[in-house]
């Protein structure tokens, strides 16, 4: 099942920069969520180290207040190599987990009405999006997987 081939593969949740960015994108984005209220602040970086380090100051400074996270605004990110299996993305699909590309954590998808779609609780990326669609087996379907992968 050729499952991740549009993807850049993270070493263990540890991705570089792409090498295809561009040198004026800022294409990180750390993100802070307020555990009580969903309150968010964010900031964006042009380099993932410059990000997660900001992303471990913020996650001491918070810890257990808010959830700190560093998303990927360009590309989506497989999971990493040893969490690559279909079985094992299936059972967690199954449980309600989904890989999310963007901020590459396994995440619940809930409904959001004012996105009118199911979406990372997280970075709000919806379920029908290219790359999260290719990295979980559940949502694969015909159309998808033909238009995903050019046919099956
Ligand atoms: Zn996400």
């Not at 918070?62 to 497989?78: D, K």
């Not at 396994?106 to 979406?119: G, N, V």
Request: proline share 9%.
């Amino acid at each position: 099942m050729p499952r991740s081939e549009p993807l850049m593969l993270g070493k263990d949740g540890e991705p570089v920069n792409p090498p295809f960015t561009y040198e004026r994108y800022e294409a990180w984005k750390v993100v802070v969520v307020n555990e009580r209220d969903g309150k968010r602040l964010s900031k964006k970086f042009f380099s993932y180290v410059a990000a997660k380090q900001k992303a471990q100051e913020l996650q001491e400074k918070f810890e257990g207040r808010a959830e700190v996270g560093v998303i990927s605004r360009q590309i989506g990110y497989g999971p990493p190599e040893s969490k690559v299996d279909d079985q094992h993305l299936l059972r967690l699909n199954e449980q309600g987990y989904y890989w999310c590309p963007y901020c590459r954590k396994f995440r619940e998808f809930p409904y959001l009405p004012w996105k009118d779609s199911r979406a990372c609780e997280f970075c709000f990326t919806p379920d029908h999006s290219f790359h999260v669609v290719a990295c979980n087996p559940t949502l694969w379907n015909p159309v998808h997987y033909k238009r995903v992968f050019g046919g099956a």
